[in-house]
C-alpha cells in the first residue's frame, strides 16, 4: 500500500493536538489514540487485535495489525 502524503499529515496531527497530551498520565488520551487507530486500520485485508499490559497499576493498550 502506498503512503498518502494527506493522510500521513492528518494522522501526525491528531497525534499531537491531543489534550490532554497522550502520556502516562491521560489514559482517557490514550483511549482515543487507541480508537483513532482503530479506525484508521479497519479496512479490508487487516485483521486488528490489542495487547493489553499492566505498568505502575494502570492497563494500557497496543493496537497490532496485520
Given amino acids: 500500500m502506498p503512503a498518502q502524503k494527506d493522510r500521513l499529515y492528518a494522522d501526525v496531527q491528531f497525534l499531537t493536538d491531543i ?3 497522550r502520556n502516562h498520565l491521560n489514559l482517557d488520551s490514550l483511549s482515543r489514540v487507541v480508537s483513532y487507530i482503530r479506525g484508521a486500520l479497519d479496512l479490508p485485508g487487516f485483521v486488528l ?4 499490559w499492566m505498568a505502575g497499576g494502570q492497563e494500557y493498550t497496543n493496537v497490532v495489525a496485520t
Fill in 49 to 52: 487485535s490489542e495487547q493489553k
Fill in 19 to 21: 489534550r490532554p497530551f
